[in-house]
């Protein structure tokens, strides 16, 4: 199988500063890669170099599956000017369309793709509303259905329930997980290694000297992951070996 993306040998960094380097890596289409690490070990700057911001300071990053870079669907961190947005709902999701843009106006198929983006996200019906009335919850998903408009392929969420109350934040992960199932690639930066080790299929743990790639129960039994994680392996296996030595110890 050809990956969606394969990163190779990379560095990454700044002038001067390199931030991550020697970074090898496949992701294929279906995945769900979680993102962590703490603050400065790279995450955004990772992101930052799939999305073509900026390019590797040595080493190669390649796409597969015809996936192109302007057809990454992108929902960056909340900011407050996000927040107070003063247009509709609709407006906002309609300008995830921008990259396909051509004329001053949306045409019919990119009202369709926004509209049919929205009823995935549930925001449906709250289409005509003002995007700053909208709880935090609701306006994350908006945005996720405007990042949506970008990709039928891959997103990359930066954080994406920061400042969610709890429903808000299951919710969240719930519909993440439902688009993944969905067919879409995912690729989430995030805080909550618990969440990211219930949700993701794979888990990229960046700290300065060095990284862990593999899937959720690897890194809950790598070295790195038992530092990080206090939960037990969530995966069928280890559940069943689990009760199975509590029943013996009975
Ligand atoms: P994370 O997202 O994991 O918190 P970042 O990728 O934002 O980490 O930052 C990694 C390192 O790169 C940090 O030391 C940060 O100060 C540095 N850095 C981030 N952006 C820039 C920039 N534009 N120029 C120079 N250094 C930067």
């Known amino acids: 199988m050809i990956p969606l993306i394969s990163i190779k040998n990379a560095s990454m960094g700044y002038e001067g500063k390199t931030v991550l380097s020697d970074l090898s890596l496949d992701i294929y289409e279906k995945d769900y890669v979680c993102i962590v690490g703490e603050n400065g070990s790279g995450k955004t700057t990772l ?25 990454i669907g ?59 009335e909208l709880s935090g919850g609701q306006q994350q998903r908006a945005l996720l259905s405007r990042a949506l408009c970008a990709t039928s392929k891959l997103l990359i969420l930066d954080e994406p329930v920061t400042g969610l109350d709890p429903k808000a934040t299951s919710d969240m992960y719930s519909l993440i997980k439902d688009l993944n199932r969905k067919g879409i690639t995912i690729i989430m930066v995030s ?35 038992k530092k990080f994680m206090i939960t037990s392996c969530p995966c069928d296996d280890c559940q069943h070996n689990r009760s199975s030595v509590k029943g013996a110890a009975k």
């Not at 000297?209 to 129960?217: E, L, P, T, W």
């Open 191 to 225: 805080h909550d290694v618990t969440a990211s080790v219930n949700n993701a299929s794979k888990i990229l743990h960046l700290s300065r000297s060095n990284y862990f790639y593999g899937s959720a129960h690897q890194y809950l039994h790598s070295d790195i992951g």
């Open 47 to 71: 992101m930052k170099c799939l999305l073509g911001l900026i390019q590797p300071l040595s080493g190669k990053i390649e796409y597969g599956s015809g996936l192109k870079q302007n057809e």
């Open 74 to 132: 992108y929902l960056p961190q909340k900011t407050v000017l996000q927040k107070d947005f003063p247009a509709s709902v609709s407006e906002v999701v309609l300008s995830g369309c921008l990259n396909n843009r051509h004329t001053l106006f949306y045409s019919r198929e990119q009202k369709n793709i926004a509209a049919k983006n929205m009823e995935l996200t549930g925001i449906y019906p709250l289409r005509k509303k003002c995007f700053r």
